[in-house]
């Protein structure tokens, strides 16, 4: 496997991401339960945010003066495309964790528990998968056409399923718990289980948290093919999935309350898993460059958030606007 990455540069990242996800809950334990405000969610995203383009900075510095400013540019535009598109698609995940949450009925002051759990199996999860699918890349040649096909497949299927409302009740994996361990609809503080009549019971909390690790399986089969269109080098695709990972808790406060305005994002999305796939099926064909690439994404996704921010807004103010029966 082919990667700019020297073996202090990965040992440094796992150190950066192990110190990150250490203050994060040394700060969630040191907080306790508690309803995260608007502000913090906006502090946290900024965080995490110039985080990440502190990050491809420093990389783009280093590269540019031991490989060049070619490679530097590379490089750093492919990161910034993988990180993008990662970053989108886990919008996807935060409208999932919100129906899970309001299904559940999960009190706002333990969600922040239950995703910080979450995004720790997803790093783990995420880290071997894209491991062992760079090497397949590397060992075998053909499968990127089975990624781009895969991919051109899931953003079809996401454009027509945009519009349906997700069906809880009749998850197999929640089907499966129920009738294989005790569930009980009580909570115990951020406990994952409870004695009731001298019988352990699982509660709401563990639910959510088995459906959230079953979920990220499911997104990190979508998400990660479509980074390895962009580039193969697992140490780019690695450091921007997580990047991407670790600003998901706040992010999800952030947007926990806007979900509604961003109705059309899942179709912007899936043309974004279109785009990307076609790009993988014609990397032998034709090479789109790096740049238009970032541009398209960019352009899809911000195109859908506009056009979902004006079209909420317009039927606000028709509804405002509307004369009331007599």
């Known amino acids: 496997m082919e990667t700019i990455g020297t073996w202090w540069m990965w040992a440094g990242f796992a150190l950066f991401v192990v110190v990150a996800i250490a203050i994060d809950l040394w700060v969630m334990e040191r907080q306790g339960a508690h309803t995260v405000t608007m502000q913090e969610a906006v502090r946290w995203s900024l965080l995490w945010f110039s985080l990440a383009f502190v990050f491809v900075g420093l990389l783009w510095w280093y590269l540019d003066t031991h490989q060049g400013r070619e490679v530097a540019n590379t490089v750093s535009m492919q990161f910034i495309t993988g990180y993008l598109v990662e970053k989108s698609l886990s919008v996807d995940n935060i409208f999932v964790f919100l129906v899970l949450f309001n299904y559940f009925a999960i009190p706002q002051q333990y969600q922040k528990r239950a995703l910080i759990i979450g995004i720790i199996g997803a790093i783990v999860l995420r880290t071997a998968l894209i491991l062992v699918g760079a090497w397949l890349l590397a060992t ?23 519009s349906q409302e997700s069906d809880i009740a009749s998850n197999p994996v929640l089907g499966f718990l129920r009738r294989h361990m005790n569930i009980t609809d009580q909570f115990d503080g951020e406990k994952l289980s409870t004695m009731i009549n001298g019988v352990k019971h699982y509660t709401p909390l563990f639910v959510v948290l088995v459906l959230i690790g079953t979920t990220d399986i499911i997104f990190a089969v979508d998400s990660i ?18 990047f991407a990972i670790l600003g998901l808790r706040a992010l999800y406060f952030l947007l926990a309350d806007l979900a509604n305005r961003f109705h059309l994002l899942a179709y912007g999305l899936a043309l974004v898993l279109v785009f990307i796939g076609s790009k993988m099926l014609l990397i032998d064909v034709y090479k789109i460059p790096i740049g238009y690439a970032l541009l398209v994404t960019a352009v899809l996704i911000a195109g859908s958030i506009i056009l979902s921010l004006r079209t909420t807004s317009g039927a606000a103010r028709s509804s405002q606007q509307a004369p009331t029966e007599r």
Not at 140 to 162: I, N, Q, S
Not at 227 to 237: K, L, Q, R
Request: net charge neutral.
């Open 140 to 162: 075998f040649h053909w499968l990127l056409y089975v990624f781009g096909a895969f991919l051109v497949f899931t953003g079809v299927k996401m454009w027509f399923a945009a």
């Open 225 to 242: 093919p479509a980074i390895f269109a962009i580039t193969s080098d697992p140490f780019i695709v690695l450091t921007a999935n997580i």
